[in-house]
């Protein structure tokens, strides 16, 4: 596997620490007079998310980490694993449940979501920043109820359930901001 | 075909480089009215610097490998060996594997050596030197001086000649400095990871502070003073949590010179480091004579930081090392 120096740290690079896949999220150059240069990195752990602070000696060397981001298709779930397909290449991915996370409730078929390999595998998954859902479930507002800031839960079509406004109906589609899971908008056709 | 970004634009602005004119054209002014005269000496040399933990870039002429400087010392030295008085010079260095807020490949050292002068009387001049680039700009204070073992027991309670590699590593892990693997043994690496991580960032930002009598493990090419324990006649200015110049009472005793070269060579050695070309011609030259003299080294650029209130070197280059 290839390695990267100190000289070579900068933020988002992949390296592995004690086999772990983690990524640089700051990187400072210290070097006092004449003497040993270091750099103290900011790590996060691709597979546990914890963030550690870090001092090597400048020179040192890290085993880079095989880890790649790609955007890849929604495919459909089969109960264990969801399946992604890179467009261009029509290669296949398979990630469990634990890859997928939270993103389990955004994800609809033909979406494209950015997935980060790991040797290949999947890491974990991120949905699109936006996604539009149909409303399969979600009590009927009272009509002229566009005044009041009144919100009711609604079900989605993956299952997830978001806040939406009372005027907003059942069967209707929604823009939801899945870092947050709130409710952005009703899409018109 | 269309341009890829915005980086052909210089990294500094335009305020900032009218500054270093003006810093440049009052620099040479104050060394004039010193007398001290202006030289220029080579950017490549056959030889290079031994410092284990300075890195020199190589290249070729007519397939000889030479050596960018990293500081203009030894040619200035034979220049004095040769009777030259006192210079100063204001040049590029190059130095590989330094990069950060405070780190460019090249930078600019202004570089001067005065016959006859002590490390005590060369912060004096150093001293009135800001004084007069900061005038109608950035006024620092008078300046403090303390001793290396008095500023590590000040900020971090390390006893710098005495204290174990424990104690400062455990000073460091209360710091929440991670320190290292296989740092642990190495005491001067220690002193230097406290020193960067916990001492300069709580240093004052509008003081100057002078640092001197260093320990002799760090004497570089400064004179080791006899005692208990011997210290080197070295000193560092401190300003706005950045060195800005490291200065010397000069070693002149070509044995000794000698010496530390071969401790260097050994040391990267064991390094696993490559093994420069040693300057003889320096050696020649302090056979020769070398007038008794004190040195410094000023980085420029982060004088010109601190003046301009930047906090990135970027900010005070025309074009960074991501830009040129």
């Not at chain 1, 939270?102 to 033909?110: C, G, I, P, V």
């Not at chain 2, 620092?140 to 001086?145: I, V």
């Not at chain 2, 530390?260 to 030259?285: I, N, S, T, Y």
């Amino acid at each position: 596997m290839a390695s990267y120096s100190t000289n070579e740290f900068r933020s988002g690079l992949k390296i592995l620490i004690d086999k772990d896949p983690c990524v640089i999220v700051e990187n400072e150059f210290v070097k006092p007079g004449k003497g040993q240069a270091f750099n103290r990195v900011r790590i996060r752990n691709l597979k546990t998310g914890r963030v550690v602070d870090k001092t090597f000696k400048s020179g040192d060397s890290v085993e880079a980490a095989d880890v790649m981001d790609t955007d890849m298709q929604y495919l459909y779930s089969d109960g264990e694993f969801y399946h992604f397909m890179v467009p261009d290449t029509y290669e296949q991915h398979a990630a469990d449940a634990v890859a997928v996370g939270e993103a389990r409730q955004w994800l609809k078929e033909q979406d494209t979501c950015q997935v980060t390999l790991w040797n290949n595998t999947p890491l974990s998954v991120n949905p699109p920043n936006f996604v539009e859902l149909k409303i399969v479930e979600t009590d009927p507002g009272v009509r002229g109820d566009t005044a009041q800031g009144g919100v009711k839960p609604a079900k989605l079509e993956t299952g997830a359930v978001v806040r939406v406004p009372l005027f907003v109906e059942e069967g209707e589609m929604v823009r939801v901001d899945t870092r947050s899971g709130e409710y952005v908008s009703r899409v018109k056709d | 075909m269309k341009p890829r970004s915005d980086d052909w634009r210089p990294s500094a602005g335009l305020d900032v480089l009218a500054l270093r004119a003006a810093l440049l054209g009052r620099l040479r002014g104050w060394f004039a009215d010193h007398g001290v005269m202006e030289v220029e000496t080579p950017a490549l040399s056959a030889a290079a610097v031994t410092d284990p933990h300075i890195h020199s870039l190589e290249t070729c002429l007519d397939r000889r490998p030479m050596y960018l400087q990293t500081s203009p010392e030894f040619f200035m030295k034979r220049l004095l060996a040769a009777g030259s008085g006192d210079i100063y010079q204001v040049c590029r260095v190059f130095r590989d594997g330094e990069q950060g807020r405070r780190h460019n490949p090249e930078f600019t050292m202004v570089e001067w050596y005065r016959r006859d002068l002590d490390v005590h009387s060369m912060m004096d001049e150093i001293e009135s030197l800001l004084a007069v680039l900061g005038a109608g700009r950035r006024q620092p204070r008078p300046a403090e001086r303390i001793t290396y073992r008095d500023l590590c027991m000040e900020f971090t309670g390390i006893d710098p000649f005495v204290d174990g590699t424990a104690a400062i590593v455990a000073r460091l892990n209360k710091a929440a400095v991670a320190v290292p693997d296989g740092l642990s043994a190495d005491r001067d690496a220690l002193l230097d990871l406290l020193l960067a991580t916990v001492v300069e960032p709580a240093m004052p930002a509008e003081v100057p502070v002078f640092v001197f009598d260093f320990p002799a493990s760090q004497a570089a090419l400064a004179r080791i003073r006899d005692g208990d324990p011997p210290v080197a006649e070295r000193f560092e200015l401190f300003l706005g949590g950045m060195e800005l110049a490291n200065g010397f009472h000069e070693l002149r005793d070509v044995a000794e010179q000698a010496g530390r070269f071969e401790r260097d060579l050994q040391r990267r050695r064991e390094a696993g480091l490559k093994q420069p070309p040693v300057d003889h011609r320096l050696l020649a030259a302090l056979d020769a004579g070398l007038p008794e003299c004190a040195g410094v080294a000023l980085g420029f650029d982060r004088l010109v930081m601190w003046l301009a209130g930047c906090d990135h070197i970027a900010d005070v280059l025309s074009f960074d090392a991501g830009r040129a």
